[in-house]
């Protein structure tokens, strides 16, 4: 089981196949055999090591797909960042008006006898 794992770089599917079995036989053993469980997760970090050394090596290329996916996850701390920060005036919170029915009504006057079921 472990040298199928290890073959088939901790694919369950595919060292089923090397192990002439179906890959429920594969995940039982993963289930009861703490060998077999760290020898799937050892071979998956294996490849996500593999896959950083292949995203470094498109960067080092000039990939500019590559940089900028790379810098949106792992350049955060340093500005590089897709999402968008929403605040009120000089970075402070968002003044929030709830308003019910036609009329405005601020957080503080607003009680729960104001709402019913019909309200919704």
């Given at each position: ?13 595919l ?9 429920e ?26 896959a ?69």
């Amino acid at each position: 089981m472990i040298a199928a794992l290890k073959k088939t770089k901790g694919m369950v599917y595919l060292a089923a196949d090397e192990l002439c079995c179906n890959a429920e036989t594969v995940q039982n053993y993963a289930k009861r055999y703490k060998a077999v469980r760290d020898e799937i997760d050892a071979q998956r970090e294996k490849v996500v090591d593999i896959a950083e050394l292949k995203l470094y090596a498109a960067i080092m290329d000039g990939d500019q797909g590559m940089i900028k996916y790379y810098l949106s996850r792992r350049g955060k701390k340093r500005g590089y960042t897709t999402g968008t920060e929403i605040s009120g005036p000089d970075g402070g919170p968002i003044e929030v008006a709830i308003v019910k029915g036609y009329a405005q009504v601020s957080p503080d006057e607003w009680t729960d006898e104001d709402s019913t079921d019909s309200d919704l």
